[in-house]
């Protein structure tokens, strides 16, 4: 979007959402895998097709443990994310039980940057997307900590209430994060799961630099990160509305 369009969308007041992903190719997003440096997209684990972004395995030797995510450019703290993502094909064989119909996508993440060579996943907050008879958006910890009605959540997932869907079907999903403050999860319009104070501490994450992980440390910001972990999927009109750009924060504010 051209910051002339952009600023006059501001000025009359208009929500102004940003297509992130151009449905051509990769630009203004960044890879990490784990055991590979930052930017190198082994097997074109992430590729435009037909206009949909794919995570694909089809030229892996074998899965290697090789978590991944295709990290969006800017950092962020307030604002909503929205997109399409359905699941496709077989898991790739070799990849853990538990990533079968699973994939999600990562908010107020360390840099990609500063994610070591071997660390598995970045310290960061998960709104996981599922199939296979389950819910989806639910929430998962790797690094961090989270708080539900001011009460610690302590388990590393928390379910959702949305509805099953099926194992490939297009589903809508929205994310709303308010800095430190309050995330909601939408399911194709439907709220299913609210909570706060994302703050970093716990376990899961492994192979980090300390310095990335001082628990305690409040969260109030970061970068969102689509996620590989060998279940094939496909992403698709992903947009952001980033409250910094609003004239008016609160009327960008889902009700």
């Known amino acids: 979007m051209g910051m002339q369009v952009l600023f006059l969308m501001m000025f009359f007041g208009q929500e102004p959402w940003e297509k992130i992903f151009n449905g051509k190719d990769l630009d203004g997003w960044v890879v990490k895998l784990a055991h590979h440096?930052?930017?190198?997209?082994?097997?074109?684990?992430f590729r435009v097709k037909d206009g949909v972004l794919a995570v694909s395995y089809d030229r892996y030797p074998e899965f290697g443990e090789r978590f991944g995510h295709l990290f969006y450019r800017r950092k962020l703290s307030q604002f909503r994310l929205k997109l399409e993502y359905r699941f496709v094909g077989e898991q790739m064989?070799?990849?853990?039980?538990?990533a079968?119909?699973?994939?999600?996508?990562?908010?107020?993440?360390?840099?990609?940057?500063?994610?070591?060579?071997?660390?598995?996943?970045?310290?960061?907050?998960?709104?996981?997307?599922l199939a296979g008879g389950r819910t989806t958006m639910n929430v998962c910890t790797p690094g961090t900590e989270i708080f539900q009605k001011g009460v610690i959540v302590k388990p590393h997932c928390l379910n959702s209430?949305?509805?099953?869907?099926?194992?490939?079907?297009?589903?809508?999903?929205?994310?709303?994060?308010?800095?430190?403050?309050?995330?909601?999860?939408?399911?194709?319009?439907?709220?299913?799961?609210?909570?706060?104070?994302?703050?970093?501490?716990?376990?899961?994450?492994?192979?980090?630099?300390?310095?990335y992980k001082v628990d305690g440390t409040k969260?109030?910001?970061?970068?969102?990160?689509?996620?590989?972990?060998?279940?094939?999927?496909?992403?698709?009109?992903?947009?952001?509305?980033?409250?910094?750009r609003c004239k008016d924060v609160k009327a960008c504010m889902k009700e």
């Open 100 to 129: 079968k119909l699973n994939s999600g996508v990562m908010f107020h993440s360390q840099a990609p940057e500063s994610i070591l060579k071997d660390q598995n996943w970045p310290v960061s907050v998960e709104a996981q997307f």
């Open 93 to 98: 064989k070799g990849g853990p039980s538990y």
């Open 161 to 211: 209430s949305s509805k099953v869907y099926g194992n490939d079907e297009w589903v809508k999903v929205e994310l709303e994060v308010l800095g430190h403050g309050r995330v909601r999860h939408w399911v194709n319009g439907e709220l299913v799961l609210e909570y706060e104070q994302s703050t970093v501490g716990g376990g899961v994450a492994l192979g980090f630099d300390p310095k």
């Open 37 to 45: 440096d930052v930017g190198d997209n082994f097997g074109e684990t």
């Open 219 to 244: 969260l109030d910001s970061g970068y969102i990160g689509l996620q590989s972990e060998s279940q094939p999927v496909e992403f698709q009109t992903v947009e952001l509305l980033d409250y910094s």
